[in-house]
Protein backbone atom coordinates (compact mmCIF):
# COMPACT_ATOMS: atom_id res chain seq x y z
CA UNK A 1 0.00 0.00 0.00
CA UNK A 2 0.99 3.65 -0.81
CA UNK A 3 0.03 6.60 0.62
CA UNK A 4 0.11 10.09 -1.03
CA UNK A 5 -0.83 13.41 -0.47
CA UNK A 6 -2.22 11.96 2.74
CA UNK A 7 -4.95 9.57 0.67
CA UNK A 8 -4.35 6.24 1.19
CA UNK A 9 -4.74 4.15 -2.25
CA UNK A 10 -4.37 0.82 -2.82
CA UNK A 11 -2.37 0.42 -5.81
CA UNK A 12 -2.15 -3.34 -6.98
CA UNK A 13 -0.73 -4.36 -10.19
CA UNK A 14 -3.81 -5.93 -12.34
CA UNK A 15 -4.56 -9.59 -11.98
CA UNK A 16 -3.23 -11.11 -15.05
CA UNK A 17 -5.83 -13.31 -16.71
CA UNK A 18 -5.60 -16.60 -18.11
CA UNK A 19 -5.92 -17.04 -21.50
CA UNK A 20 -8.31 -18.82 -22.97
CA UNK A 21 -7.23 -21.51 -25.31
CA UNK A 22 -8.50 -21.24 -28.95
CA UNK A 23 -11.15 -24.20 -29.59
CA UNK A 24 -9.47 -27.41 -30.69
CA UNK A 25 -9.42 -27.28 -34.53
CA UNK A 26 -9.30 -23.62 -34.73
CA UNK A 27 -5.98 -21.82 -36.15
CA UNK A 28 -6.31 -18.30 -35.00
CA UNK A 29 -4.31 -15.69 -37.04
CA UNK A 30 -1.88 -13.07 -35.26
CA UNK A 31 -3.20 -9.78 -34.46
CA UNK A 32 -0.84 -6.63 -35.41
CA UNK A 33 -1.21 -3.09 -34.94
CA UNK A 34 -2.68 -1.40 -38.37
CA UNK A 35 -0.38 0.76 -40.07
CA UNK A 36 0.02 3.49 -43.24
CA UNK A 37 0.56 0.06 -45.38
CA UNK A 38 -2.43 -1.43 -44.99
CA UNK A 39 -4.45 1.49 -46.05
CA UNK A 40 -4.59 1.23 -50.21
CA UNK A 41 -5.09 4.58 -52.02
CA UNK A 42 -8.48 4.88 -54.33
CA UNK A 43 -6.37 6.32 -57.06
CA UNK A 44 -5.04 2.59 -58.15
CA UNK A 45 -8.61 1.86 -59.37
CA UNK A 46 -8.52 -1.88 -58.47
CA UNK A 47 -11.16 -4.01 -57.74
CA UNK A 48 -10.75 -7.04 -55.37
CA UNK A 49 -7.25 -8.28 -55.09
CA UNK A 50 -6.25 -9.02 -58.63
CA UNK A 51 -8.81 -7.46 -60.98
CA UNK A 52 -9.75 -4.04 -62.67
CA UNK A 53 -11.36 -2.38 -65.06
CA UNK A 54 -10.97 -3.61 -68.59
CA UNK A 55 -10.02 -0.58 -70.80
CA UNK A 56 -12.48 0.24 -73.61
CA UNK A 57 -11.98 -0.61 -76.93
CA UNK A 58 -10.04 -3.87 -76.52
CA UNK A 59 -13.45 -5.79 -77.52
CA UNK A 60 -12.76 -3.97 -80.91
CA UNK A 61 -9.23 -4.56 -81.01
CA UNK A 62 -9.67 -8.68 -80.70
CA UNK A 63 -12.28 -8.56 -83.31
CA UNK A 64 -9.74 -6.39 -85.53
CA UNK A 65 -7.46 -9.24 -84.95
CA UNK A 66 -9.51 -12.13 -85.97
CA UNK A 67 -11.10 -9.92 -88.92
CA UNK A 68 -7.34 -9.84 -89.93
CA UNK A 69 -6.13 -13.54 -89.56
CA UNK A 70 -9.44 -14.62 -91.87
CA UNK A 71 -8.94 -12.34 -94.39
CA UNK A 72 -5.35 -13.62 -94.40
CA UNK A 73 -6.21 -16.92 -94.70
CA UNK A 74 -8.88 -16.70 -97.29
CA UNK A 75 -6.25 -14.65 -99.72
CA UNK A 76 -3.65 -17.92 -99.14
CA UNK A 77 -6.24 -20.48 -99.94
CA UNK A 78 -7.29 -18.45 -102.86
CA UNK A 79 -3.59 -17.93 -104.31
CA UNK A 80 -2.66 -21.32 -103.86
CA UNK A 81 -5.68 -22.75 -105.77
CA UNK A 82 -5.12 -20.23 -108.08
CA UNK A 83 -1.46 -21.74 -108.77
CA UNK A 84 -2.85 -25.85 -108.69
CA UNK A 85 -5.60 -25.00 -111.03
CA UNK A 86 -5.87 -22.81 -114.53
CA UNK A 87 -9.67 -22.33 -113.56
CA UNK A 88 -8.81 -19.92 -110.98
CA UNK A 89 -7.43 -16.93 -111.86
CA UNK A 90 -6.74 -14.63 -109.00
CA UNK A 91 -4.12 -12.10 -108.47
CA UNK A 92 -1.50 -10.91 -105.71
CA UNK A 93 0.15 -7.13 -105.67
CA UNK A 94 3.18 -7.79 -105.44
CA UNK A 95 3.31 -11.46 -106.17
CA UNK A 96 3.50 -11.50 -109.75
CA UNK A 97 1.12 -12.17 -112.25
CA UNK A 98 0.50 -16.23 -112.67
CA UNK A 99 1.86 -17.00 -116.03
CA UNK A 100 -1.37 -18.23 -118.58
CA UNK A 101 -1.31 -21.89 -119.40
CA UNK A 102 -0.61 -21.11 -123.32
CA UNK A 103 -3.64 -22.31 -125.14
CA UNK A 104 -2.30 -25.18 -128.41
CA UNK A 105 -2.95 -24.11 -131.75
CA UNK A 106 -3.47 -26.96 -134.22
CA UNK A 107 -0.94 -26.52 -137.55
CA UNK A 108 -3.20 -26.36 -140.12
CA UNK A 109 -2.35 -29.44 -142.28
CA UNK A 110 -1.27 -28.43 -146.27
CA UNK A 111 -3.53 -29.32 -149.04
CA UNK A 112 -1.85 -31.61 -150.86
CA UNK A 113 -1.07 -29.74 -153.91
CA UNK A 114 -2.91 -32.54 -157.07
CA UNK A 115 -0.89 -32.11 -160.67
CA UNK A 116 -3.30 -32.51 -163.55
CA UNK A 117 -3.41 -35.63 -165.66
CA UNK A 118 -3.10 -34.84 -169.47
CA UNK A 119 -2.13 -38.69 -170.27
CA UNK A 120 -4.66 -40.67 -169.97
CA UNK A 121 -2.01 -44.12 -169.49
CA UNK A 122 -1.07 -42.50 -165.82
CA UNK A 123 -4.60 -41.80 -164.83
CA UNK A 124 -4.89 -45.77 -164.60
CA UNK A 125 -8.26 -45.52 -165.31
CA UNK A 126 -11.13 -48.66 -165.21
CA UNK A 127 -12.69 -50.27 -167.46
CA UNK A 128 -15.81 -48.45 -168.96
CA UNK A 129 -14.77 -44.62 -168.39
CA UNK A 130 -15.48 -42.54 -170.12
CA UNK A 131 -16.24 -38.42 -170.99
CA UNK A 132 -18.99 -36.56 -171.36
CA UNK A 133 -19.04 -33.03 -173.29
CA UNK A 134 -22.07 -30.62 -173.10
CA UNK A 135 -22.12 -27.55 -175.07
CA UNK A 136 -23.41 -24.66 -172.88
CA UNK A 137 -23.60 -22.24 -175.27
CA UNK A 138 -25.58 -21.77 -178.62
CA UNK A 139 -22.19 -22.01 -180.39
CA UNK A 140 -23.08 -24.67 -183.09
CA UNK A 141 -19.74 -27.38 -183.29
CA UNK A 142 -18.44 -26.45 -179.89
CA UNK A 143 -18.62 -29.36 -178.25
CA UNK A 144 -16.90 -31.17 -181.58
CA UNK A 145 -13.56 -28.76 -180.97
CA UNK A 146 -13.65 -29.88 -177.06
CA UNK A 147 -13.91 -33.75 -177.72
CA UNK A 148 -11.27 -32.86 -180.73
CA UNK A 149 -8.63 -31.15 -178.09
CA UNK A 150 -9.15 -34.25 -175.70
CA UNK A 151 -8.94 -37.24 -177.84
CA UNK A 152 -5.84 -36.50 -179.38
CA UNK A 153 -3.99 -37.66 -175.95
CA UNK A 154 -5.97 -40.50 -175.84
CA UNK A 155 -9.05 -39.73 -173.51
CA UNK A 156 -11.94 -41.88 -174.25
CA UNK A 157 -14.67 -38.99 -175.05
CA UNK A 158 -18.25 -40.60 -175.01
CA UNK A 159 -21.51 -38.50 -175.58
CA UNK A 160 -20.98 -34.89 -177.22
CA UNK A 161 -24.44 -33.01 -176.88
CA UNK A 162 -26.19 -29.86 -176.08
CA UNK A 163 -26.61 -28.59 -172.04
CA UNK A 164 -30.16 -27.86 -171.13
CA UNK A 165 -28.89 -24.31 -170.28
CA UNK A 166 -27.11 -22.66 -173.83
CA UNK A 167 -26.01 -19.51 -171.86
CA UNK A 168 -23.40 -20.32 -169.36
CA UNK A 169 -20.60 -18.11 -169.23
CA UNK A 170 -17.76 -20.81 -167.88
CA UNK A 171 -16.73 -23.68 -168.58
CA UNK A 172 -16.92 -26.32 -165.81
CA UNK A 173 -15.20 -29.80 -165.11
CA UNK A 174 -17.57 -31.78 -163.07
CA UNK A 175 -15.89 -34.83 -161.85
CA UNK A 176 -17.90 -37.38 -158.88
CA UNK A 177 -14.94 -39.34 -157.30
CA UNK A 178 -12.53 -37.71 -155.25
CA UNK A 179 -9.65 -39.89 -156.80
CA UNK A 180 -10.57 -38.14 -160.09
CA UNK A 181 -9.44 -34.76 -158.80
CA UNK A 182 -6.27 -34.41 -161.15
CA UNK A 183 -8.33 -35.78 -164.26
CA UNK A 184 -10.39 -32.61 -164.13
CA UNK A 185 -7.65 -30.68 -163.57
CA UNK A 186 -5.84 -32.35 -166.68
CA UNK A 187 -8.82 -31.68 -169.04
CA UNK A 188 -9.38 -28.14 -167.88
CA UNK A 189 -5.28 -27.61 -168.89
CA UNK A 190 -6.16 -29.33 -172.55
CA UNK A 191 -9.04 -27.12 -173.03
CA UNK A 192 -7.50 -23.69 -171.66
CA UNK A 193 -10.53 -22.89 -169.69
CA UNK A 194 -12.47 -23.96 -166.98
CA UNK A 195 -13.02 -24.58 -163.33
CA UNK A 196 -13.66 -28.32 -161.53
CA UNK A 197 -16.21 -29.32 -159.09
CA UNK A 198 -16.62 -32.16 -157.02
CA UNK A 199 -20.69 -33.58 -157.92
CA UNK A 200 -22.71 -36.35 -158.05
CA UNK A 201 -25.06 -33.88 -160.63
CA UNK A 202 -24.05 -36.12 -163.64
CA UNK A 203 -23.71 -39.58 -162.19
CA UNK A 204 -23.35 -41.48 -165.69
CA UNK A 205 -20.29 -40.36 -166.59
CA UNK A 206 -17.23 -39.95 -164.01
CA UNK A 207 -15.91 -37.04 -165.71
CA UNK A 208 -18.43 -34.43 -167.08
CA UNK A 209 -17.02 -30.97 -169.16
CA UNK A 210 -19.88 -28.34 -169.40
CA UNK A 211 -19.00 -26.11 -172.06
CA UNK A 212 -19.36 -22.45 -171.55
CA UNK A 213 -19.19 -19.05 -173.40
CA UNK A 214 -15.22 -18.41 -172.12
CA UNK A 215 -14.28 -21.34 -174.07
CA UNK A 216 -16.21 -20.04 -177.61
CA UNK A 217 -14.34 -17.22 -177.02
CA UNK A 218 -11.22 -19.19 -177.95
CA UNK A 219 -12.08 -21.94 -179.80
CA UNK A 220 -14.74 -20.93 -182.28
CA UNK A 221 -14.01 -21.66 -186.01
Known amino acids: MIAQNGDAHDVRAPTAQPETPPA ?14 DEIPS ?13 RGRGWIAFAWAALATGALVVGGLYGLSLISDRVNFELPGFGTAE ?8 PSPTPSV ?6 ALAQLPAGFIITVLNGTEVDGLGAAARDLLTVPGWPVGTVTSAAQTDLTETVIFYNDATREGVALGMAQLLGVGAIELSDAFPG ?3 TVVLGADFAAIAAP
Open 115 to 120: EPITDP
Open 43 to 55: SLGRVGAHRAPRP
Open 205 to 207: API
Open 24 to 37: EGIITMAEYTPDRF
Open 100 to 107: PMPTPTES
